[in-house]
């Protein structure tokens, strides 16, 4: 019988304090459906969302499987957390206000018509699971952040698929139409489900999209109107921070992992000096999860 998933803390975060940078690696055991971070002021009382982003640059995840590090996400911020993997997902379907924990899912059960494991992470050919947290020089309420898994119990398994969520810094935009070639594609065993389009500190507007895989149009002219009704097709709740371009209509995301040619063109109204592109994928695809119990608590 499948067991439900248990949350267990593991330990409290090292070294938090202004400017530091605290490194934790969480035993790699069992299957991972996500990570909690509970934020705790010395009163003690749980921090705010607005206080986590001021305590924390960013976060990162990185395992190493098969000798290579591969890495979950890559110094995400906490607005983009909030954001992008809990409220864009979830804020349809409940209303919560986000205080004292920052929850990073990994598993994402139901989002794909054909998914192996839900997505969750296995353990059993990982050697390392390492979590960063990047404390800002402005931190004033942390005190302690406690680090709490989300594991179940049933046989370990490979690492096999799972979400990667991967950002490109971009230094500069003009208005008019931004042509970008380098989004992430022709790396084998990927696909790609969403990306967010970061609209900058001081925001740009995006008036419209075209996305093209090999010739073939996904996008051909993506408007704010039309985009609303597909988040709210897929049950996604827009930030006003991105321009959200989902990719798993259908609920199947995208092959880039085959693609020779993968553009974007977007449409700047107004155009941001900088900013962030996030990209969700699942990588490891046609990777096997089946393997006899190995590394269980």
């Known amino acids: 019988m499948a ?3 248990l949350q267990r803390k593991f330990a409290d975060l090292p070294n938090v304090g202004a400017s530091n940078l605290s490194t934790i690696n969480i035993p790699a055991m069992n299957n991972h459906h996500g990570l ?10 749980a921090l705010t969302q607005a206080q986590i982003e001021t305590d ?3 976060v990162s995840v990185t395992l190493t499987h098969g000798g290579k590090q591969v890495k979950i996400l890559d110094r995400m911020t906490p607005a983009e957390i909030f954001d992008l993997l809990n409220d864009y997902p979830e804020a349809a379907l409940s209303t919560y206000t986000n205080a ?10 139901g989002r794909f018509r054909a998914q192996n494991w839900v997505l969750a992470l296995g353990m059993a050919d990982v050697s390392v699971y390492n979590v960063q947290v990047q404390f800002s020089a402005g931190l004033a309420t942390t005190a302690t952040v406690e680090v ?11 690492l096999g698929e799972h979400v990667e969520w991967r950002i490109d810094t971009r230094d500069r935009a003009a208005t008019g139409i931004e042509t970008l070639i380098d989004a992430p594609h022709g790396e084998p065993g990927t696909a790609m489900f969403e990306y967010h389009i970061g609209l900058g500190t001081a925001p740009g507007v995006i008036s419209n999209v075209a996305v093209t ?6 996008y051909t002219d993506l408007d704010a109107a039309m985009n609303n009704l597909n988040l709210h097709r897929r ?3 827009p930030n006003a921070d991105y321009f959200h371009v989902p990719l798993d209509l259908n609920h199947t995301p995208i092959d880039v992992g085959n693609a020779k040619e993968f553009i974007q063109k977007w449409t700047w109204g107004t155009a941001p000096v900088t900013y962030r592109v996030i990209y969700g994928l699942i990588a490891g695809i046609g990777q096997s999860n089946v393997q006899p119990a190995t590394k269980a608590a």
Not at 148 to 158: G, M
Request: glycine content about 2%; cysteine-free.
């Open 3 to 5: 067991l439900s998933i």
């Open 36 to 45: 909690l971070l509970n934020f705790i002021s010395a009163v003690p009382a």
């Open 56 to 58: 924390v640059s960013w």
């Open 100 to 109: 004292g924990v920052l929850h990073i899912p990994y598993a994402m059960p």
């Open 148 to 158: 709490v898994p989300e594991i179940d119990l049933e046989a370990t398994r490979p």
């Open 213 to 218: 895989l090999d010739k073939n149009d996904i």
């Open 235 to 237: 049950r996604r709740t």
